[in-house]
């Protein structure tokens, strides 16, 4: 059963455009939503995290918008450029441990100059 | 800063064979992990270790063995390959506690079982 739902698969967009990805998830033990970033050939690198008691996170181009009666969550690049295109995950976890870091299947982002 | 080392980075594995993949950070984290990315599936939790001394099952952990050696060095065993385990293994380690999301990663290990 997976934890962690994730879309969409693949994302094309044009440079400049915006980029959404979004996640959803059941188990409300999950207190951290960490998104990753994977360049072809790399291992998974942690872009952007937000925490549950926040509703948004902004690091320059990339904001997290939360929505915690919902479930969900999502991942927004601004201004897309060829550089960002890779394969990001969303995924969750406990801080206690009690539940461990899950991973959504991924999105695949291309971004077209 | 070495960070995440992981060795080998590609085997080439023949069906009931064995090996072990190797994992070593330098961050002196608390947790290490192992998972597995196959296409579609995302990253998949084999093993973990909470701390040195513990170690406990992931999501999919059948046909695997776990060994944390010491607080730097996590190994992951597969005693009898089979072509179902071809994939792409990822170790990564945190520092645990408030920063368990926080997970810094190895470059992998390509696996094929032929």
């Known amino acids: 059963q997976q934890q962690v739902k994730q879309s969409p698969q693949s994302l094309i967009v044009q440079k400049g455009g915006i980029s959404i990805i979004n996640c959803a998830y059941e188990?409300?033990?999950?207190?951290?939503f960490p998104w990753y970033q994977q360049f072809p050939g790399k291992g998974p690198a942690l872009l952007i995290a937000?925490?549950?008691?926040?509703s948004e996170k902004k690091e320059g181009r990339f904001t997290i918008s939360f929505n915690k009666s919902a479930k969900q969550f999502s991942l927004h690049i601004m201004d897309s450029q060829p550089g960002d295109s890779a394969t990001y995950f969303c995924?969750?976890?406990?801080?206690?441990?009690?539940?461990?870091?899950?991973f959504g299947k991924g999105t695949k982002l291309t971004v077209n100059p | 800063n070495a960070g995440v080392t992981q060795t080998p980075k590609f085997q080439v594995l023949k069906t009931g064979q064995s090996m072990t993949l190797q994992c070593a950070q330098d961050?002196?984290?608390?947790?290490m992990y192992w998972y597995r990315q196959d296409p579609g599936m995302g990253l998949r939790l084999i093993y973990y270790?909470?701390?040195?001394?513990?170690?406990d099952k992931g999501e999919v952990p059948n046909g695997y063995n776990v060994s944390r050696l010491n607080k730097r060095e996590f190994s992951l065993r597969l005693e009898s390959a089979a072509p179902s385990q071809t994939s792409v293994y990822f170790c990564?380690?945190?520092?645990?506690?408030?920063?368990?999301?926080?997970?810094?990663f190895g470059q992998g290990t390509r696996l094929t079982v032929v």
């Open positions: 990564a380690s945190s520092a645990g506690g408030p920063y368990w999301g926080r997970a810094f």
């Open positions: 188990n409300t033990a999950f207190d951290y």
């Open positions: 937000i925490r549950p008691d926040v």
């Open positions: 995924a969750a976890v406990t801080q206690g441990g009690s539940e461990k870091l899950v």
């Open positions: 961050m002196n984290h608390n947790s």
């Open positions: 270790s909470a701390s040195e001394g513990t170690t």
